[in-house]
């Protein structure tokens, strides 16, 4: 495919421009008051994918955000590849740290993009990525090189736990019906060295409430013979966690799947260098559960983080007060073989015990969903990992990723076929944080690398 490479370097201010423009739609599922723009921007995804070649596209209506469905099917002896992605993005704020507005794109160049990276919230995650398939669409249709069937599932609420795909999915397997599904939502080591990601996190995620005196109270009144919510929730949440860095929920390891020594040495050949990631975060050491290594506890271990914790008076100046209530909302990276349902039972029964006389506690589960793991040996692995070593000059390695996608497992569930994670983000991207970007490079190459998988898919299945 000699061609392709030469039709991205055709193409590829198009390709920036159009991709640019789907960026400046502030799509924040979060944030109700962006709901219009969530809608307008699954209108402009349908209309990308009919201007691509797809045979028929459609908007399908769903209790929350809609769901962007779009196929071309050239033979249906032929395998079909499924594609997800997701155009809603994560709330920009805190706005004061954005060098650029979040929602008026631009490319800047870095130490680690030459070549410039396009500075937007969705950049990398995932209106750059999901679009990188469009695009490699458009390619296969224009030059008659598309080897099979293609359906595309775009949805607009992954980033906050895709309560209707789910629904959606469940409602519509005979539609959905393929053989691998291609996502590109996560990363890769570096620009010159491709991995796939083999596994995702699962995740629980919860909200906390303390509620001691019925009101706010003058800590000088009352200070020392009243329980502060706030104290207890910080002690509370402090115990949740033993000196060696252990989450102290009773049950809480019970299920998950340790990795042999030999599995462990392997991830261990993934280049990583502890002394750049300390200093890409101006840290002066690392933190951790005892026993892994950074790259262990990112991937294979489970972990309990707050994520927000607030109460009392935080603005200017000091106000001597006992807050009535305290908060925080808590997440639960999960690894396979944890259910996610289990373990947010575990942890509301867990976290209630611990409340001491004089407050009541309250938790409240979000949302949540299974980890994954993936084999390296399945068809469509090999092909990704033969479209990268085309691509890229290298093999790309295996890696399990500490995110998660909860879709991942609910497909494998319900659609009964494997995922292929191709993904083409950099840890350094700054997804979900301000100043997110997408390298040019990146994005040229994955339009570049995604027919090289269609091509090398369907060689392999036959
Ligand atoms: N694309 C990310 C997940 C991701 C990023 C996986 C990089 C691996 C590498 C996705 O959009 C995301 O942010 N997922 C959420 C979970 C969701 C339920 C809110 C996450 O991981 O926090
Ligand atoms: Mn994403
Ligand atoms: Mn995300």
């Known amino acids: 495919m000699e ?9 590829k201010d198009r390709f920036i421009n159009e991709l640019i423009e789907l960026l400046k739609i502030p799509s924040v599922s979060a944030d109700t008051a962006y709901s219009h723009d969530v809608f307008e921007t699954a209108d402009a995804v349908k209309a990308s994918l009919e201007k691509a070649g797809c045979d028929f596209v459609e908007i399908c209506d769903t209790p929350g955000y809609p769901i962007v469905y779009g196929e071309k099917i050239i033979d249906p002896s032929l395998p079909t590849v499924l ?12 706005m004061e740290l954005w060098t650029s507005p979040p929602f008026e ?39 008659n090189t598309l080897p099979c069937n293609v ?19 469940e409602r519509n397997q005979e539609k959905l019906k393929n053989d691998v599904i291609l996502i590109s939502d996560t990363g890769m080591i570096s620009n010159q060295q491709p991995s796939i990601t083999t596994g995702l996190r699962g995740l629980s995620y919860v909200e906390v409430e303390v509620t001691g005196p019925n009101r706010d109270l003058h800590s000088g009144l009352y200070g020392g013979a009243v329980a502060n919510p706030i104290n207890v929730l910080a002690k509370m949440i402090a115990s ?35 002394e750049n990631y300390k200093k890409a975060l101006d840290l002066n050491d690392v933190y951790g559960e005892s026993g892994y290594v950074t790259n262990e506890r990112n991937s294979i271990r489970p972990t309990l983080d707050v ?52 407050v009541t506690v309250k938790v409240k589960p979000h949302h949540g969903g299974q980890g994954y793991v993936t084999p390296t040996n399945s068809i469509g692995y090999k092909a990704a990992n033969m479209a990268y070593t085309e691509t890229f000059g290298v093999p790309a390695i295996p890696v399990r990723s500490g995110g998660s996608i909860p879709i991942v497992a609910l497909f494998e569930k319900e659609l009964k076929s494997k995922t292929i994670l191709m993904g083409f983000g950099l840890d350094s991207d700054a997804i979900h944080s301000p100043n997110e970007h997408f390298g040019i490079f990146n994005y040229l190459k994955g339009i570049e690398t995604i027919p090289l998988f269609y091509k090398y898919f369907v060689e392999l299945s036959k």
Request: aromatic fraction near 10%.
């Open 3 to 11: 061609n392709i490479k030469a039709y991205v370097q055709q193409h």
């Open 83 to 94: 594609v997800y992605g997701h155009y809603d993005v994560q709330p920009p704020d805190p």
């Open 105 to 143: 794109p631009v490319i800047k160049k870095t130490e680690i993009h030459p070549e410039g990276a396009i500075f937007a919230r969705g950049s990398c995650d995932d209106k750059g990525q999901m679009y990188m398939h469009v695009k490699a669409l458009e390619y296969m249709v224009q030059s």
């Open 151 to 169: 359906k595309f599932m775009i949805e607009g609420e992954e980033e906050i736990g895709s309560k209707s795909l789910s629904w959606f999915v």
């Open 240 to 274: 949740l966690h033993d000196e060696n860095n252990h989450i102290t929920i009773p049950g809480f390891y019970d299920n998950v799947a340790e990795l042999s020594l030999e599995e462990r040495a392997e991830m261990a050949k993934a280049p990583f260098n502890l």
């Open 307 to 358: 994520n927000g914790i607030w109460g009392g008076y935080t603005g200017e100046g000091a106000k001597t007060v006992i807050a009535s209530k305290a908060f925080a909302k808590i997440s639960m990276r999960l690894v396979p073989n944890q259910d996610w349902e289990e373990i947010t039972e575990l942890f509301t029964k867990h976290f209630t015990s611990l409340a001491p006389a004089g």
